[in-house]
């Protein structure tokens, strides 16, 4: 399947944008807390966006086996190691059989967090979350009333967040995000399949990005503001515009970007879940030294700038896996075969 640039310039983009958002910041700045609320969202839509339709459920599960059960797998196993290594430094000591079995018991409840089970490598929630919608989507299209149903699904998935906002009745982490992210999902799926969304004009897109991106702000700032004097209704009610306008906002800006193919954006790209998968242990690490080489008590707080730098430290770390699993072990990146890239 032909790569396509603008795509491969918003996952690499959004994939950073995670790690950027996973280092502690504080709660009360602007940009991190309207970060951390839209930026998941562009990975559900390109999801849905690029979602085919292979014809038999074999074919489906195939794909669904390689590119979402077995890196969940894997990348879990991967980190349960770390995770024994940051106990042992928390801690002082080894965890007990009950103790170390709490990450398993969690990963197998879809990244869940209670007394008897914690996330073992949580921002892999989004896996069997996209797994459940491309499920959803499939049993739908057995049916004369796609459309009813999935339109059906996410205004109940709307409700249910902004209920869960109030009355925490939900898991962490996947049946919240389902719930959150579904809107933009179908969003995705219905714009790939009617094949819209896929010029490129750069003059306009660029107008498109700037306008959306500002009017995001606007509705962000509108909708903490009505969080913050009790106007639960209207906060949830604004979150999906600003969402949305975030959203196009930020892939009409990477259309602008459509022009300029890099080889390293492509790669980045290709090896989105190895960035996702791994970049907590990196940011363990690095906030562990930092701590320590400056006598700190508690967890760091960094600036926007430091986030940034460490950032792309934390990516540059992780592009050379990137690159040995493109050549050897395709899987690792939810791929079935090594995917080719053009020069």
Partial sequence: MQRINWIDWAKALAAMTVVFCHLPQSQEWFHFRYLQAFIISIFFFLSGYLKKDRGSNKANWMKYWHGLVLPYIIYNAIVYPYWFVKYYMQQGMLPDLLTALKPILG??????????????????????????M??????????????????????????LYGADKWWYFAPDLTPMGIMKNLPFYYTGYILGQKRLFNIV???????????????????????????????????????????FAFLFGVLY??????????????????????????????????????????????????????????????????????????????????????PAIEA
């Fill in 107 to 132: 990963t197998i409840l879809l990244q869940h967090e209670n007394s008897f089970c914690e996330p073992l490598d949580g921002p892999l929630w989004y896996l069997p979350a996209v797994l459940i």
């Fill in 253 to 338: 800006g990477c259309k602008c970007l459509d022009a300029y193919k890099m080889k390293s954006v492509t790669n980045l790209s290709i090896g989105t879940l190895v960035i996702i998968g791994l970049h907590i242990v990196p940011i363990t690490i690095i906030n562990y030294i930092i701590e320590k080489a400056n006598g700190l008590s508690s967890t760091i707080c960094y600036q926007w700038y430091e986030a940034f730098v460490i950032t792309l430290i934390i990516t540059a770390l992780l592009y050379p896996i990137i690159l040995f699993f493109l050549k050897n072990t395709p899987w690792m990146l939810g791929k079935q075969t090594i």
């Fill in 134 to 159: 491309h499920v959803t989507i499939d049993l739908c299209r057995k049916t004369r009333y796609q459309h009813t149903i999935m339109i059906t699904l996410c205004f109940v998935c709307i409700v």
């Fill in 201 to 243: 004009q750069p003059i306009q897109d660029l107008g498109s990005c700037i306008g959306l991106i500002l009017l995001s702000i606007v509705l962000f700032q509108w909708h903490l503001n009505a969080f913050w004097v009790g106007q639960h209704t209207l906060h949830i009610v604004i979150y999906y515009p600003a969402c």
